[in-house]
């Protein structure tokens, strides 16, 4: 297990491997001062 985030902690770095093919980083991708990030697991 990982340590929670405090707040105002920084998110950490990381790569998502998109469904559709391609990466997403995290933070540096996104475009917004404030976003929620949903992490949705599917099938089991």
Do not use: C, H, I
């Not at 491997?17 to 697991?41: A, C, I, K, M, W």
């Amino acid at each position: 297990m990982v340590d929670k985030l405090d707040m105002g902690a920084d998110f950490p770095s990381m790569t998502l491997q998109l469904v559709g093919g391609g990466e997403f980083s995290l933070p540096g991708d996104l475009s917004n001062d404030y976003t929620v990030v949903l992490f949705y697991r599917g099938q089991w």
